[in-house]
């Protein structure tokens, strides 16, 4: 609800007059319905729109001409603490919309069907799309053809990749948005209800403290024309009795508006009461979305983990069969490989790590990654017949772990690169010592 205001631009455009009939029977379903702007909302009454009873007050408080029951620190604190929370959730759920449904059509037309207690369709992921299009690509170019074959399996991963996405969106939704929606369509309509009452209460309650003051000035002043002796050759009579008559009236005046000051004020201290224990609610607010976040970070977790694992595996169905398709294809540095290079042995895949990191392609077609991160071994690295360099370090570096070497500044040592390397990393030899040196700390000399 809270994006619907900005989205209704763009829902007409994109799907038409099925689409807009379906907001005609939303807005005629909901005879409450209301789009959400700023704190107040359309349709909900405000403190913009008093009872007729505090009408009066509430423009003298505008104006400047009347005083306000003010509320204690710590419920202001929880008041603000409140806006707060609802501001932010509100936030929150919008950008988490997007990030599960970046098209406001689609956002548009979901919230739709909940609103219509209907079934949302089921949509197909972006991933979903582009396996299917990968699929029937590689039947026309022919499933036999290497870039046939190719556009299989990267389809068959993207198939994977989107039922992954959508599985994440919804236990996404179920287990995070749905808590924030529940909070801002449930427990703070509820507060912001009781929230409205209170401020009519007080309103009532000035009113009434106005009215008594009033009332006493009014008596005061009638007491004392009553308290002066009447001169009977200037004045009338009659004015002494209405005097007398003015300040009974005024005393019974004074007697009614503290009985209403009385009931107003028990009226207000209840609901102030109600209102302060909904507000004390937010910390357990705060609690179960606390929970509700952690769901929502373990299943993206899971969400990118199963993505990665799919990538890997299609990286290494490429990597085996890189060899058949690129079989007699011409390869620009293949014929600039070193001897050693092309020599060096693969690497078992019963000696990567059970979570192995993405390696780095090497720069040459059928030579193994042998300097993958976690798998080097600086005693087996053999230096290239050609291609190595002197180097002077400029600053102390301590190795983090075995594969680097440690390095002193201003001392000399030789260094070269293999292929498939990460350019921010070079092997570098001192005397019978060997290891990773990162290219920062050295200054290559011709």
Known sequence: MPWLHQDLGTFGSHNGKGHLWMLCELLTK?????????????????SNNPPPAGRGQFTEEKLGQAEKTELDAHFENLLARADCTKNWTEKILRQTEVLLQPNPSARVEEFLYEKLDRKVPSRVTNGELLAQYMTEAANDFGPGTPYGKTLIKVGETQRRLGAAEREFIRSASIS?????????????????KERRILQNRRLDLDACKARLKKAKAAEAKAACEGDAVPDFQETRPRNYVLSASASALWSD???KAEHELRLTQTEFDRQAEVTRLLLEGISSTHVNHLR??????????????QCYQFMLDLQ???GSSKGEIFSGTFVGNAESASPAAAASPPVAAATLPAVPTIPVVPTIVGVPNTVAEGVLNPNEVKPPASGTRRARVLYDYEAADSTELALLADEMITVYSLPGMDP??????????????????LELLS
């Open 30 to 46: 909901e005879s409450n319905f209301s789009l959400t702007s700023g704190s107040e909302s359309w349709g909900w009454p405000s």
């Open 176 to 192: 995070f948005l749905t808590p924030l929606r529940n909070f801002l369509e449930g427990d703070w309509r509820t507060i912001s």
């Open 253 to 255: 005046e004074v007697e």
């Open 292 to 305: 509700c976040l952690h769901e929502f970070v373990e299943s993206q977790t899971n969400y990118y983990a």
């Open 316 to 318: 290494k169905q490429l």
């Open 424 to 441: 921010d990393w070079l092997i570098g030899e001192r005397g019978n010592q060997k290891g990773k040196v990162p290219v920062t700390y």
